[in-house]
């Protein structure tokens, strides 16, 4: 046999170069075993030898193995074509719900704007919002404007100014046959329609106004019913009016009234919000119907802000009832900046006024004088301090005085 001069011998090859010719040159079997565990050896510290240089490379700056490596211009890529393709959902779908209204198409040669008004105010964007009296089961036309409120966005940043407007305002506007009369501003819309009304309030207050918004009651109750009501601060001498008109609204828009029973927050369902816009006997006169009206007009629209969802059965129930001659890609470009929106301290006109009636036995809100009432519009409103009134405004002050000698 054989003998083995390797046996029962420990082999160390830390210390001197190995290769396979090595091996190769011996037979023995402990030696190739030895050699097996040593190559074993080298590897896991040759692993263990790579890790460490890619810990160094991240920290050092130097570069290393990576597993996976971002690709930021593919995922910028990827959300941008995400959200596109959302735009692009959203848009049609606005488009497809807004189809419902009760479009009219109007000259905006009529809206008797001031070139120079039209200048001075070509960062604003005035919207008219007229409720009228109209039945639900009545047209709008022949119908007179409960309230008026004039939607002032200041295109610059997005800031909202809600201008109401006394309906029974002494101002000038059309008449059934084209003349120009001094009248209340409410009967502006029977004489001839949203048009007359917008042209009455561009003419005597120096505004801009070429878009409106028309609903009758109904409207307004549907659309808060639709948005699970509003929140209205109900003061204690408003409960009486409301309780004594409640039951007559109710039969004007088709509904229940329930009585209100204190004063405070509280939500107002839709003909509850409705009673308290239109009341006014003993709860604030013109005025104070103006301010309703403007209070609920805002909580809507906050609300309908914060429930988009509630959209496709507001297209359904609501905007069948309400007329404008804003084109849908208008109504798209108002809409869109509603996220950056912020609704300011609204205003109310005129600030100074008589009330009370005339020479023809009418009850009349006679601003003194337009004059500065119209200047005073424009600074809290647009800003413009030491405003001078366009010359139509200030001939129809001029005409104002004359006819009623109230200054």
């Not at 369902?269 to 103006?290: F, P, W």
Request: with cysteine; aromatic share 10%; net charge positive.
């Amino acid at each position: 046999m054989r003998s083995n001069r390797y046996n029962k011998k420990t082999y160390d090859f830390s210390g001197q170069k190995y290769s396979p010719e090595l091996i190769r040159k011996y037979e023995d079997p402990e030696y190739a075993k030895a050699a097996d565990q040593y190559e074993r050896e080298a590897r896991r510290r040759k692993r263990g030898s790579n890790t460490s240089s890619a810990g160094r490379a991240v920290s050092g700056g130097r570069r290393g193995k990576k597993k996976y490596r971002l690709n930021k211009l593919k995922l910028f890529r990827n959300i941008l074509i995400f959200v596109l393709l959302l735009a692009v959902f959203a848009s049609g779908a606005f488009f497809y719900l807004t189809r419902n209204f009760d479009k009219v198409d109007t000259d905006k040669a009529s809206f008797a704007i001031d070139p120079q008004v039209a200048e001075d105010l070509s960062g604003y964007r005035n919207i008219a919002i007229l409720g009228v009296d109209a039945r639900a089961d009545e047209g709008y036309d022949g119908s007179r404007t409960d309230a008026i409120i004039v939607m002032s966005i200041d295109k610059s940043n997005g800031d909202i100014r809600l201008i109401s407007v006394m309906r029974d305002s002494y101002l000038r506007m059309g008449y059934f046959d084209g003349s120009l009369i001094l009248d209340k501003i409410t009967h502006a819309h029977h004489y001839a329609g949203g048009v007359n009304t917008c042209a009455a309030l561009n003419r005597s207050l120096d505004l801009n106004i070429e878009e409106f918004i028309i609903f009758n009651w109904k409207a307004v109750s549907d659309a808060v019913d639709c948005l699970g009501g509003v929140q209205i601060n109900v003061k204690q001498n408003e409960i009486d009016d409301m309780n004594t008109y409640g039951n007559e609204t109710a039969r004007n828009v088709g509904g229940t009234y329930t009585a209100i029973t204190q004063a405070g927050e509280q939500t107002l369902d839709g003909v509850q919000a409705t009673t308290y816009c239109r009341i006014r006997k003993t709860s604030g006169g013109d005025e104070g119907r103006s301010q309703r009206y403007k209070k609920v007009v805002a909580a809507v629209m906050k609300k309908a802000i914060t429930q988009p969802w509630k959209l496709k059965e507001l297209s359904e129930t609501v905007f069948p009832n309400i007329r404008t001659n804003m084109s849908q890609l208008e109504m798209y470009t108002a809409c869109l900046g509603f996220p950056g929106y912020e609704l300011k301290n609204s205003i109310s006109w005129p600030e100074d006024y008589y009330s009370g009636l005339l020479s023809d036995g009418l009850s009349y809100v006679v601003p003194t004088t337009l004059e500065s009432n119209v200047k005073k519009l424009h600074e809290k409103a647009f800003g413009q301090t030491d405003y001078n009134v366009s010359a139509t405004c200030l001939q129809i002050s001029q005409d104002i005085i004359a006819n009623t000698g109230i200054q």
